[in-house]
């Protein structure tokens, strides 16, 4: 067999079913291969960074890695935002990029490129594989370092050569699955001490705490000792729901930040950073940690989170029932006009069992994370790395990796149009996803950052680069042009009405709402 096939059963043998792509000629052989091994599902996207985003939302829904198929160095830079995001994710993505045959490249073809720079950014681990013999080996590899813990972005660069010649050695078996690490019992012991000891103290919780277990064991550490529980901004997969202890996101802005953790002496950190502004102001802090305060890390990533925490419940003397879960409780079905109010109880009032919501609403969405923290138990998937257009390609990753769950994705409208062709792959795949276009016609969070960053108010020139009308975008129309049956609400009766609609039925849906 040749090194392309080779390299397609050993990814299926090691549990990489699922390939996004977006392949070109050095590809080729890949592409011919997946017909030889069928157990590998090939989805089309229409653009590198739809498949990107696609392989992060698989991986943080799966747990393990898809695949990208990429074509040479502009199509692994076409990918790179949501490449980024996966990376501050922590998700296992195998990122497979095509590359000129190895005897190509000293002719500087139009499309030679430093492939290894572009891919450095991101990538926590990176091959170039030169020769089909070593294909396999190198993929088994690859998908061991995706998986970790902590997962990363791991980069096989995939000369055209090394996948036409044959490969003597044929596919490879898996590696085995690496396991977190146990966290010392003396740092347990030394946190422990601090939240016994009477001064005001904060968990922040991140990355693989932020699962039921996690949840639970930090709710019973906050009830017994009085500690705060806070959730990082932006987490890869929030578990919550009625029945999961609520956690408390730190606020985006950095002010309402400070506000959340002013007087805490003993921050704590369960596999997450220590928290900063995420943009520089004038006048105002970088760090975020208050003056005083004595930051501790319980578990980095790659270490037992949930582990530790369990360990930590039982060192501060936390009862097994000692946790608080959020009640079972719905908002009214909102009635009335349009606004970000009414979505959010709309979204509260129908969300279903099982939901998997990915948030990339931005302004518009900020009060439905509050209006469902009742809701029936659902998984919340965030923008990590800050790099917007990751809605809607996250949202195809995730209903492929968990076919039986409803996706709700609500997506503003500027970052929508960084990546819309992802609808006609849900169109295409007949992927469970109901699309929420919050649609106000504006960069608007980028309307606050002006006022924020101290520039001046901004006359209509600036004004005009933040805008999205003259013309408007038409997002219904945008979306049956690739397949995706769309709406567009006037009141919040319309609204419940057209959500429930969209969970009911198995395939994807749009829906636009003015606000």
Not at 25 to 37: G, Q
Not at 50 to 77: E, F, I, N, S
Not at 188 to 206: P, T
């Amino acid at each position: 067999m040749n090194g392309a096939r080779a390299l397609l059963s050993t990814l299926v043998d090691a549990g990489v079913d699922v390939c996004f792509a977006n392949p070109g000629t050095s590809e080729m052989h890949f592409v011919a291969a997946l017909d030889d091994v069928p157990a590998m599902r090939g989805v089309l996207c229409l653009f590198e960074g739809v498949a990107t985003g696609a392989a992060d939302g698989y991986g943080r829904v799966a747990g393990h890695p898809a695949a990208t198929l990429l074509h040479l160095g502009p199509g692994l830079g076409n990918g790179l935002a949501n490449l980024h995001n996966a990376r501050r994710a922590r998700t296992p993505v195998v990122n497979i990029v095509g590359d000129h045959a190895t005897y190509h490249g000293r002719y500087d073809a139009p499309l030679q490129s430093d492939i290894a720079s572009i891919a450095g950014a991101v990538s926590g681990w990176y091959r170039s594989t030169t020769r089909a013999d070593d294909v396999a080996a190198d993929a088994a590899a690859c998908v061991a370092a995706a998986l970790g813990p902590p997962g990363c972005v791991a980069t096989l660069v995939l000369p055209a050569d090394s996948s036409w010649s044959e490969s003597a050695t044929g596919p490879c078996p898996p590696r085995p699955r690496g396991r977190p690490s146990v966290v010392p019992a003396d740092t347990v012991d030394e946190v422990a001490k601090a939240l016994r000891s009477g001064e005001r103290a904060a968990l922040l919780m991140g990355g693989s705490s932020l699962r039921a277990d996690g949840l639970h064991a930090a709710s019973r550490v906050a009830g017994a000792t009085g500690a705060a529980l806070l959730g990082e901004t932006f987490p890869a997969n929030l578990e919550r729901g009625a029945g999961i202890p609520a956690v408390e996101r730190l606020a985006y802005l950095a002010e309402m930040a400070q506000a959340q953790l002013d007087g805490v002496r003993h921050l704590v950190l369960v596999d997450a950073k220590s928290p900063v502004s995420f943009f520089a102001y004038p006048d105002k802090a970088s760090d975020l940690v208050p003056a005083g305060c004595t930051v501790h890390t319980l578990a980095r990533p790659g270490e037992d989170a949930a582990g530790a925490l369990e360990t930590l419940a039982e060192a501060v003397g936390a009862p097994a029932d000692g946790g608080s879960p959020a009640p079972s409780e719905r908002p009214r079905r909102p009635s009335g006009p349009l606004s970000a109010e009414s979505l959010a109880a709309a979204v509260g009032a129908t969300l279903p069992e099982g939901a998997i919501v990915v948030d990339e609403g931005n302004t518009s969405g900020l009060f439905v994370p509050g209006a469902t923290a009742g809701a029936p138990r659902h998984d919340w998937l965030t923008l990590t790395g800050g790099a917007i257009g990751i809605g809607l390609p996250m949202s195809t990753g995730a209903a492929v990796a968990a076919p039986e769950r409803p996706v709700l994705c609500l997506q503003a409208d500027g970052s929508a149009m960084y990546t819309l062709q992802a609808l006609w792959t849900h169109a295409r795949e007949g992927l469970n996803v109901t699309t929420v276009v919050l649609s106000n016609r504006s960069y608007a969070i980028l309307n606050m950052e002006l006022q924020r960053v101290g520039a001046d108010a901004g006359g209509p020139m600036a004004r005009r680069l933040l805008d999205l009308t003259d013309p408007e975008l038409d997002f219904c129309d945008l979306a049956r042009g690739m397949g995706v049956p769309a709406r567009r609400v006037e009141n919040a009766e319309d609204l419940v009405t057209a959500l429930e609609e969209g969970f009911a039925e198995p395939g994807p849906a749009l829906i636009e709402v003015p606000l």
